[in-house]
Nanobody, 114 residues
Framework: VQFVESGGGLVQPGGSLRLSCAAS????????MSWYRQAPGKEREKVAT????????NYTDSVKGRFTISRDNTKNTLYLQMNSLKTEDTAMYYC????????WGQGTQVAVSS
Protein backbone atom coordinates (compact mmCIF):
# COMPACT_ATOMS: atom_id res chain seq x y z
CA VAL A 1 0.00 0.00 0.00
CA GLN A 2 1.28 3.44 -0.88
CA PHE A 3 -0.20 6.92 -0.59
CA VAL A 4 1.46 10.05 -1.96
CA GLU A 5 -0.23 13.30 -0.95
CA SER A 6 0.44 16.63 -2.63
CA GLY A 7 -0.99 20.10 -3.15
CA GLY A 8 -0.55 21.64 0.27
CA GLY A 9 0.95 25.04 0.92
CA LEU A 10 0.63 28.38 2.65
CA VAL A 11 -2.58 30.26 1.98
CA GLN A 12 -4.34 33.26 3.47
CA PRO A 13 -7.65 32.87 5.30
CA GLY A 14 -10.46 32.63 2.79
CA GLY A 15 -8.20 31.06 0.19
CA SER A 16 -8.40 27.69 -1.55
CA LEU A 17 -6.24 24.65 -2.10
CA ARG A 18 -6.73 21.36 -3.91
CA LEU A 19 -5.06 18.32 -2.44
CA SER A 20 -4.33 15.15 -4.39
CA CYS A 21 -3.50 11.66 -3.22
CA ALA A 22 -2.02 9.07 -5.56
CA ALA A 23 -2.76 5.59 -4.26
CA SER A 24 -1.07 2.39 -5.38
CA UNK A 25 -0.40 -1.26 -4.57
CA UNK A 26 -4.02 -2.06 -3.79
CA UNK A 27 -7.34 -2.06 -5.63
CA UNK A 28 -8.28 1.59 -5.09
CA UNK A 29 -11.76 1.30 -6.59
CA UNK A 30 -12.78 -1.30 -4.01
CA UNK A 31 -12.33 0.99 -1.03
CA UNK A 32 -14.14 3.90 0.54
CA MET A 33 -11.48 6.54 1.00
CA SER A 34 -10.98 9.37 3.44
CA TRP A 35 -8.93 12.46 4.06
CA TYR A 36 -7.49 12.89 7.54
CA ARG A 37 -5.66 15.74 9.19
CA GLN A 38 -3.49 16.20 12.22
CA ALA A 39 -2.75 19.56 13.76
CA PRO A 40 0.21 20.08 16.12
CA GLY A 41 -0.56 18.66 19.55
CA LYS A 42 -3.84 17.12 18.40
CA GLU A 43 -4.99 13.66 17.40
CA ARG A 44 -5.50 12.74 13.79
CA GLU A 45 -9.11 13.30 12.69
CA LYS A 46 -11.10 12.14 9.71
CA VAL A 47 -12.43 15.12 7.76
CA ALA A 48 -14.04 13.67 4.63
CA THR A 49 -15.05 10.30 3.20
CA UNK A 50 -16.19 9.09 -0.21
CA UNK A 51 -17.62 5.68 -1.04
CA UNK A 52 -15.87 3.37 -3.47
CA UNK A 53 -18.07 3.73 -6.54
CA UNK A 54 -21.34 5.53 -5.76
CA UNK A 55 -19.54 8.72 -4.84
CA UNK A 56 -21.52 9.40 -1.70
CA UNK A 57 -19.66 11.70 0.64
CA ASN A 58 -19.54 12.58 4.30
CA TYR A 59 -17.80 15.41 6.12
CA THR A 60 -16.95 16.36 9.64
CA ASP A 61 -19.05 19.30 10.75
CA SER A 62 -16.20 21.81 10.80
CA VAL A 63 -15.58 21.48 7.04
CA LYS A 64 -19.11 20.98 5.69
CA GLY A 65 -19.90 23.40 2.90
CA ARG A 66 -16.23 24.33 2.44
CA PHE A 67 -14.45 21.08 1.51
CA THR A 68 -15.32 18.69 -1.32
CA ILE A 69 -13.89 15.19 -1.59
CA SER A 70 -13.78 13.43 -4.94
CA ARG A 71 -12.01 10.56 -6.62
CA ASP A 72 -10.97 9.29 -10.02
CA ASN A 73 -10.88 5.51 -9.97
CA THR A 74 -9.29 5.42 -13.44
CA LYS A 75 -6.30 7.31 -12.03
CA ASN A 76 -6.29 5.79 -8.52
CA THR A 77 -6.39 9.34 -7.18
CA LEU A 78 -8.27 11.01 -4.35
CA TYR A 79 -8.87 14.76 -4.19
CA LEU A 80 -9.85 17.33 -1.60
CA GLN A 81 -10.98 20.76 -2.74
CA MET A 82 -10.71 23.14 0.17
CA ASN A 83 -12.37 26.55 -0.05
CA SER A 84 -12.89 29.35 2.45
CA LEU A 85 -9.94 28.11 4.43
CA LYS A 86 -9.64 29.09 8.08
CA THR A 87 -6.64 29.25 10.38
CA GLU A 88 -8.00 26.23 12.22
CA ASP A 89 -7.62 24.16 9.03
CA THR A 90 -3.86 24.33 9.47
CA ALA A 91 -2.64 20.73 9.72
CA MET A 92 -0.85 17.91 7.98
CA TYR A 93 -3.31 16.23 5.64
CA TYR A 94 -3.24 12.53 4.82
CA CYS A 95 -5.32 10.15 2.76
CA UNK A 96 -6.11 6.56 3.61
CA UNK A 97 -8.98 4.13 3.40
CA UNK A 98 -12.11 4.77 5.49
CA UNK A 99 -10.87 1.97 7.72
CA UNK A 100 -7.22 3.00 7.67
CA UNK A 101 -4.64 0.67 6.28
CA UNK A 102 -1.45 0.14 8.22
CA UNK A 103 0.72 2.28 5.95
CA TRP A 104 0.41 6.08 5.81
CA GLY A 105 1.90 8.52 3.35
CA GLN A 106 4.11 11.45 4.24
CA GLY A 107 1.17 13.84 4.17
CA THR A 108 0.96 17.33 2.74
CA GLN A 109 1.18 20.42 4.95
CA VAL A 110 -1.58 23.02 4.83
CA ALA A 111 -0.90 26.30 6.57
CA VAL A 112 -3.56 28.99 6.72
CA SER A 113 -2.22 32.29 7.94
CA SER A 114 -2.34 35.98 7.17
Amino acid sequence: VQFVESGGGLVQPGGSLRLSCAASRFTFSNYAMSWYRQAPGKEREKVATITSTSGRTNYTDSVKGRFTISRDNTKNTLYLQMNSLKTEDTAMYYCNAFIPMESWGQGTQVAVSS
